[in-house]
């Protein structure tokens, strides 16, 4: 697949609609609006990352690194990954066209709507049927479905045995892989996955669904334009129109203005917040809410150790860097055990190691002087016997949302000291061990709690801080996706300017968040059509993908 991307210095000076960011947000928004018949301009400050381009040496992904937040920012800004350093968390995500698709697990899994109901959500966001309906058609765009045939898989089998000794039962969720060479409902062809397991550093074979290759190439396909290395700065009122400043990382920092009626800010949870944060600073009358309720979705991840039989977690790569002969190391994640109890959600999915936090291993078991254990690690090498015992598994819990997003020296970071401490996390961790132990593994917490980086947590699934709500005193965003003006009463909103990403999102939702963020989205751009008056057809068969769009 090649998507044609344009350089900041070639956008228009206004258009109907600007949507920033691409990840599940931004891509539903600029499918949507350019399906509305509206001219589109999608910006993205990453790079449109293609399946072979992604790094597979260590080398390679450390130079694809990018450090801000709390600390001078260092790296390339237009890296695949980002680390945000705060204040007891810090926050792992991605930068490029398809947003967090491009690195996750695609775990798809509906949320429980009655748990977001006790944690406050709108009620008009719950019972419209909207919601129901943003569901169904994220689901069927991102094509997700269970992983087929499981069992094949020996880190599968070890959560079969996890579960059993949970006395729980082991669950399939849909993910957003594809099985099978074929079209996607976009028109795009993917090759079937090849259970390399490595997801998580960007797939190199087109088989995991990423929004660039489904909602973005559908917006391109319907006239949108796409602008990669184009970070926006700042965003302001001018007039019935909406300002942005974006900046050109693809060469000389060159900055120009941008205009437009309709603005969808869907920069990633991060990134969102940044912008608005600057923008209340700057003058914009926004709810005294902004940055509140930041929820980490009661993230974690924690090791079974020495298992008694082996679990070939560790990914293979491609092209292969695994043993000729080794067993397929099966998707990044392929099943779930739900733990949840009257205490609260707590799902734990199995996940694959990289290489590069594989070789770490023995560095990691030598500080802690378990020495015989170290040498066992360094002598049978990534994917020797000692390796293949231990199983990465990451928790998606509850929290209370307290966290606070505020500005550092211009920049976005967590604030949020308790997060370890919270109640929620603690009872997950808790029921973690209890299964890995009655399993007859060792229990290992999260590792990479950094002490370089004052001891944070590092969480994938930040939530909040722009969160929707019935007025203004409660939240930034309303229910139908636009920005409260307080100017305008409690329940009174700017004209044209929405927020479509994981700021969005009020609470913890329980289970991985990519298909709640895609399906409110996709809610948000039902009632600007209905609103707008415009047609929104996305049920038809996709276009035939013209040759300046994709080949």
């Known amino acids: 697949m090649k998507l044609q991307t344009k350089p900041a210095r070639q956008l228009a000076p206004t258009y109907d609609a600007i949507v920033v960011g691409s990840g599940y947000g931004g891509g539903v928004a600029a499918s949507r609006l350019a399906r509305m018949g509206f001219s589109v301009a999608v910006m993205e400050q990453g790079r449109d990352w293609r399946p072979g381009d992604f790094p597979t040496t260590t ?40 947003g967090g698709s491009l690195i996750n697990a695609g775990i798809a899994l509906r949320p429980d709507l009655h748990q977001l109901r006790k944690s406050g959500w709108p009620e008009a966001v719950l019972c419209d049927g909207r919601l129901d309906e943003g569901l169904r058609r994220a689901e069927r765009m991102l094509g997700a479905k269970p992983v087929p045939n499981p069992e094949r898989f020996a880190k599968y089998a070890a959560m079969e045995r996890a ?30 996955c090849e259970h390399c397991g490595d997801c ?11 929004v660039g290759m489904t909602y973005i190439a559908d917006a391109v396909d319907n006239g949108a334009q796409v602008f990669c290395e184009s970070r926006v700065a700042s965003i302001a009122k001018a007039g019935d129109d909406w300002a ?22 869907a920069a990633g949870t991060l990134g969102t917040n940044e912008l608005l944060l600057r923008a209340q600073s700057d003058g914009l009358a926004l ?7 930041f929820s980490a979705n009661g993230d974690d991840l924690v090791f079974a150790n020495k298992l008694a039989q082996p679990a070939n977690a560790v990914a293979a790569g491609h092209p292969s860097q695994a043993p000729l002969g080794m067993p397929p190391v099966g998707p990044h994640s392929t099943s779930m055990i ?80 308790d997060y370890s401490k919270s109640a929620g996390l603690v009872a997950a961790q808790t029921k973690a061990q209890a299964m890995i132990e009655a399993m007859g593994g060792v ?14 947590r590092i969480i994938a699934h930040p939530l909040g801080g722009c969160g929707m709500a019935e007025h203004v005193d409660q939240g930034v965003v309303a229910p139908d996706g636009r920005v409260f003006d307080p100017s305008k009463g409690p329940r009174g909103v700017y004209e044209g300017l929405y927020v479509c990403d994981g700021a969005a999102v009020p609470s913890s939702v329980g289970v991985s968040p990519l298909l709640t963020i895609t399906a409110l989205a996709e809610r948000a751009m039902i009632l600007a059509a209905e609103r707008l008056n415009r047609p929104l057809d996305v049920d038809g068969s996709p276009r035939q993908l013209r040759g300046d769009a994709l080949v």
């Open 59 to 98: 080398k390679a992904r450390l130079k694809s690194m990018y450090v801000t937040g709390k600390m001078p920012s260092i790296g390339d800004p237009t890296g695949l990954w980002r680390l945000t350093v705060g204040k007891g968390l810090s926050v792992f995500a991605a930068t490029g066209l398809g």
């Open 338 to 417: 739900d733990l949840g109890d009257e205490l609260g959600p707590a799902c734990i999915h199995d996940g694959s190691m990289l290489t590069m936090m594989a070789r770490l291993a023995p560095y990691k078991e030598a500080l802690n002087l378990c020495f015989d254990r170290a040498w066992r690690l360094l002598r049978g090498g990534v994917y020797g016997d000692e390796q293949s015992r231990d199983l990465i598994l990451y928790i998606v819990a509850h929290d209370d949302a307290s966290g606070r997003l505020k500005l550092h020296k211009g920049r976005v970071i967590v604030d949020w000291p």
């Open 287 to 293: 709810s005294k809410r902004l940055g509140e309720k």
């Open 200 to 210: 998580w550093s960007g797939c190199n074979t087109t088989a995991k669904t990423t």
């Open 163 to 192: 579960a059993a000794a949970a006395g729980k039962k082991l669950r399939r969720p849909a993910m957003t892989i594809s099985h099978k060479s074929g079209r996607n409902a976009a028109g795009v062809m993917q090759e079937a």
């Open 443 to 456: 229990f290992q917490s999260n590792p990479f709690v950094m002490r370089s980086f004052g001891g944070n």
């Open 244 to 265: 942005v400043e974006v900046e050109d990382l693809s060469g000389g920092g060159e900055r120009r203005q941008v205009k437009a009626k309709n603005l969808v800010l």
